[in-house]
């Protein structure tokens, strides 16, 4: 599944290959992808673009709704600091 929160960060809770094609169907470039290691996502800047998600299947979800998804996705061994 793909999310969206309001703030406009993408992700999928299924795979980084299914985030991608997501993404190409959106017309992002795989440049724009912010491979973070704990939160990997696309930012949607506009609001044409994060309607456009929604309307071809994206959940829009809360931020923090996107955070505990990520929590679970992608667990943090040990403190960063």
């Given at each position: 599944?793909?999310y969206?929160?309001?703030?406009?960060?993408?992700?999928?809770?299924?795979s980084?290959d299914?985030?991608?094609l997501?993404?190409?169907?959106?017309?992002?470039?795989r440049?724009?992808?912010?491979?973070?290691?704990y939160h990997?996502?696309?930012?949607?800047?506009?609001?044409?673009m994060?309607e456009?998600?929604?309307?071809?299947g994206?959940q829009?979800v809360?931020s923090?709704?996107?955070?505990?998804?990520?929590k679970?996705?992608?667990?943090?061994d040990k403190?960063?600091?």
């Amino acid at each position: 599944m793909i999310y969206l929160d309001e703030k406009g960060h993408l992700i999928s809770d299924e795979s980084l290959d299914e985030l991608h094609l997501f993404a190409h169907n959106l017309g992002l470039k795989r440049e724009w992808f912010q491979d973070h290691p704990y939160h990997p996502h696309y930012d949607l800047t506009t609001k044409r673009m994060r309607e456009k998600a929604q309307k071809i299947g994206a959940q829009l979800v809360t931020s923090r709704e996107i955070v505990l998804l990520l929590k679970t996705l992608y667990p943090i061994d040990k403190p960063l600091f």
